[in-house]
């Protein structure tokens, strides 16, 4: 299976936006097949694909050492140069070895035809009669051949946008399938996201996958949908410049990089950040999310419901993911029905709790600090793709209880009062006790949410940088379960599982 992509009249200024949106789909295993004349300009889009994944502007040829490696920006790209190759030397190289620990880029592929992998990615670079320019063909081998459909669909997006003639450099992508990248044109720049449609996962429960069970995003829809409903309620959620719902593609307002995590690593006290955090989501209680969210030239985005019954199948991640990590078999059957017995009848109780909006993953890696602006504006707004109607402290607990990083105990309790205070002083009949209680139970539910995750990032994933966290979270999970109203749970998990203090050594 093979799909094609020609190009022509190409000077350095598209050959550094095709190596740039080139980058936002490379990851570990590719195999990228330069070939063209001497002086065609290989070594030219080689070095501008490094830089845009975040490696060296100035990369020197590879033609006498053979191979130059590079620590980019998601994973370790190796850059080949093969014209002066023996064919002796092709076995001591280390090539396979190159391409399971990240990409690889051959100049002068033919050299080492031997061992070119079936999967890859042929650029065959050619001049023309214009000195400046070239002739570009993009050829993709077995799974590339869908790879670069969607890195056409990806250049006829942005080529209807403005920022079509945008340099691309790779952001980052997360423990999801999304990446972004930065686009940066004279005095102005957006963020492009790259969020292909998601196949359904394997049915778990009444044939049903996972991610329809809990109500996650599955494509796009929802982020421009909710981003639009969040900025009419003045909050400073980006702005929506171009969106292709059924490609995945978005333009969307570039917030800067003063990430809420990062800004707490440069020596900013939380209290500075997570004060405002809080002030927004107190505001945020007072407005009723619609059920029906508009979404220009398409039909209205319907937001789902946080039910008990996807609280229930997010907790129990808890006995499915990390019971197998701590034990090394199964949860038992009765022990998992205890489990589930004593859930019901909580999550049922926040069914009926104070609703509004919940946008599920609001803390530090999602929130950006906009000092320009005045108010609870300052605070920036990502990641709210999978924002359902639901019980209103949820929110407040991914904040108060980040999963990321230490928030300390006082400080919670302080920002705790600080929001019930904001609550009880508005329109709406709030009552702090019911309040608390109810956070204690959400933030035990989604403490416990995260623990099975985690370990399935770490075990299904291979994804073992997320075990760092587990004690954290176990420590915000005991907080929770201090709770009076949460005794029978609280004996249930301190006979069941380990305490926090002791976590660290298990995983």
Not at 47 to 53: C, D, E, G, Y
Not at 244 to 273: C, H, K, N, T, Y
Not at 492 to 498: D, H, K, N, T, V
Request: proline share 7%.
């Amino acid at each position: 299976m093979t799909a094609s992509w020609s190009l022509d009249d190409v000077d350095l200024v598209r050959l550094d936006i095709l190596a740039g949106r080139l980058a936002l789909v490379l990851k570990a295993g590719d195999v990228l097949a330069l070939s063209g004349p001497l002086g065609a300009g290989k070594t030219t889009f080689a070095r501008a694909l490094i830089a845009r994944l975040g490696g060296a502007a100035e990369v020197p040829s590879p033609t006498f050492a053979l191979m130059q490696r590079y620590e980019v920006s998601h994973l370790i790209l190796t850059h080949c140069d093969f014209y002066r190759l023996e064919p002796a030397e092709l076995d001591e190289l280390g090539l396979d070895d190159a391409v399971s620990e990240g990409a690889v880029i051959v100049e002068w592929p033919e050299r080492a035809s031997s061992w070119l992998p079936h999967d890859r990615l042929d650029i065959a670079i050619d001049e023309t009669a214009m000195p400046h320019a070239r002739r570009i063909e993009l050829t993709g081998r077995g799974s590339w051949a869908e790879r670069l459909d969607r890195l056409m669909a990806l250049a006829n997006f942005l080529d209807r946008t403005p920022y079509a003639k945008a340099g691309v450099r790779y952001l980052q992508g997360d423990a999801s399938t999304r990446s972004y990248a930065r686009l940066a044109l004279p005095g102005r720049s957006a963020i492009l996201m790259n969020l292909p449609r998601q196949p359904d996962g394997p049915p778990i429960r009444g044939g049903r996958p996972y991610s329809a069970l809990v109500h996650l995003a599955e494509d796009v829809t929802p982020f421009v949908a909710v981003a639009g409903a969040l900025r009419e309620s003045g909050l400073s959620a980006p702005a929506i410049y171009a969106f292709d719902l059924d490609q995945g593609f978005i333009v969307l307002e570039d917030l800067g990089e003063a990430v809420f995590g990062s800004e707490v690593g440069r020596g900013r006290p939380l209290d500075e950040l997570w004060a405002p955090a809080v002030d927004v989501l107190a505001a945020l209680a007072g407005q009723d999310p619609p059920e029906r969210l508009p979404i220009e030239g398409n039909a209205p985005y319907l937001l789902p419901p946080y039910d008990a019954g996807a609280m229930l199948i997010e907790a129990s991640l808890l006995v499915d993911w990390f019971w197998p990590v701590l034990h090394g078999t199964e949860a038992p059957r009765d022990l998992v029905e205890e489990f589930e017995a004593l859930w019901r009848p909580l999550l049922a109780e926040a069914e009926k709790a104070d609703l509004g909006w919940v946008l599920r993953d609001y803390h530090s890696p999602n929130l950006m600090w906009l000092p320009e602006r005045e108010g609870i504006k300052r605070v920036g707004i990502l990641d709210f793709q999978d924002a359902l109607r639901g019980p209103l402290a949820y929110d407040l607990v991914s904040l108060l209880q980040d999963a990321r990083l230490d928030v300390p105990e006082a400080l919670e309790r302080e920002l705790l009062a600080r929001y019930c205070a904001a609550r009880g002083a508005g329109s709406k009949p709030f009552s702090s006790d019911r309040f608390v209680s109810l956070y204690a139970m959400l933030g035990a539910q989604r403490n416990t949410k995260i623990l099975g995750i985690f370990a399935r990032l770490a075990k299904r994933d291979g994804k073992r940088g997320y075990l760092a966290h587990i004690p954290r979270v176990a420590r915000y999970l005991e907080r929770d379960l201090a709770h009076p109203s949460l005794a029978e749970l609280r004996r249930f998990y301190e006979r069941e599982f380990p305490a926090a203090e002791e976590i660290r050594s298990l995983v």
